[in-house]
């Protein structure tokens, strides 16, 4: 199978359903963007070596996956779809940060992005998640997503920021206090 199909070469691609829209489409903005953030996370995982990690951070980038399958499908299709997130993909992130909240010291002060190669990845890759966000909630204005989708990518966020704590303290990397001045 070739990479190419020469099908996009004057500026369209084609949903699951069809029908061929322009790539200059918010829509495909916003699949940009998640298609960064699931990049971010594989090139965090590359570095990990903590196999139970590597599987849960795989397993997120298949829930992205998942989304960017649902959001290029045709409204009508993706709603009768197999592809929409249920409750247990929000809950599993929130039994996550709960986990690695009780590991971590209580914050009381903002506290600068920083550390471990693999936490200030994590930190990046949750600035990514918020401007995901960002977009899919101006997409939703537009045509409507899931609101099982903006819930999870909501909890997304909060789980990176949670996640790259938690890696800067596997790693030993103190935490950088913001001071305002």
């Known amino acids: 199978m070739k990479i190419y199909t020469k099908k996009g070469d004057h500026g369209e691609t084609g949903t699951f359903g069809g029908t061929r829209?322009?790539?200059?489409?918010q829509k495909i903005a916003v699949i940009g963007t998640l298609d960064e953030l699931n990049s971010w996370l594989g090139l965090i995982n590359s570095y990990l070596e903590n196999s139970e990690l590597n599987q849960i951070m795989q397993r997120e980038q298949e829930i992205l996956f998942k989304i960017g399958a649902y959001l290029m499908m045709d409204h009508a299709v993706a709603e009768k779809s197999d592809?929409?997130?249920?409750?247990?993909?929000?809950?599993?992130?929130?039994?996550?940060?709960d986990l690695w909240t009780s590991k971590l010291a209580s914050l009381k002060n903002f506290i600068l992005p920083g550390g471990t190669r693999a936490a200030c990845d994590t930190f990046i890759a949750r600035s990514v998640c918020r401007r995901f966000e960002h977009e899919l909630v101006a997409l939703t204005d537009v045509e409507g997503v899931a609101p099982a989708i903006m819930q999870y990518v909501n909890r997304l966020s909060d789980w990176l920021f949670t996640l790259a704590r938690y890696l800067n303290q596997l790693e030993g990397a103190k935490e950088v206090v913001w001071k305002a001045r």
């Open 21 to 25: 829209i322009r790539k200059s489409f």
């Open 83 to 97: 592809y929409l997130l249920s409750a247990a993909e929000v809950e599993i992130l929130e039994t996550e940060i």
